[in-house]
């Protein structure tokens, strides 16, 4: 799913209206530095259509956007849990885009091919189901 300001705009205003993240869609607060992503990012890897992780919103808050104030630096962190954390690694793209004020990170992850699957990340594989990465 590539995600526009359109769609950016639309995906929030069901989450909120959810209260929750869903099959997939996770967001992240973020803002005391990038969260540990790797069971979402092997579930993601292990769904057949990927996922999307949104930085800068805080769902406990009904998904409040707060924004990512160092892009680049939390563009090169999950690069890096995507690279290091997940076996065999997952490809992201990171779309930085402007809402209600803040900067949201966007971060795309690719499925895995269905030969490639499942990915695990500490010995460990994960599946996507409702709103929460399960072993």
Avoid: W
């Amino acid at each position: 799913m590539t995600m526009d300001t359109r769609l950016l705009a639309q995906t929030i205003s069901d989450l909120r209206a959810r209260g929750g993240d869903t099959l997939d869609v996770e967001a992240k607060r973020a803002t005391g530095g990038t969260p540990d992503l790797k069971p979402t990012l092997c579930a993601f890897g292990n769904l057949p259509s990927g996922g999307v992780i949104i930085l800068g919103l805080d769902e406990d808050d009904n998904f409040r956007t707060v924004g990512v104030h160092n892009v680049p630096l939390a563009e090169q962190a999950v690069a890096s849990q995507a690279r290091k954390g997940v076996v065999p690694p997952v490809q992201v793209e990171f779309t930085a885009t402007p809402f209600e004020g803040e900067t949201l990170l966007v971060v795309q992850v690719m499925p895995l091919p269905s030969a490639a699957r499942p990915c695990f990340t500490k010995g460990k594989a994960y599946l996507r189901q409702s709103d929460g990465d399960y072993e």
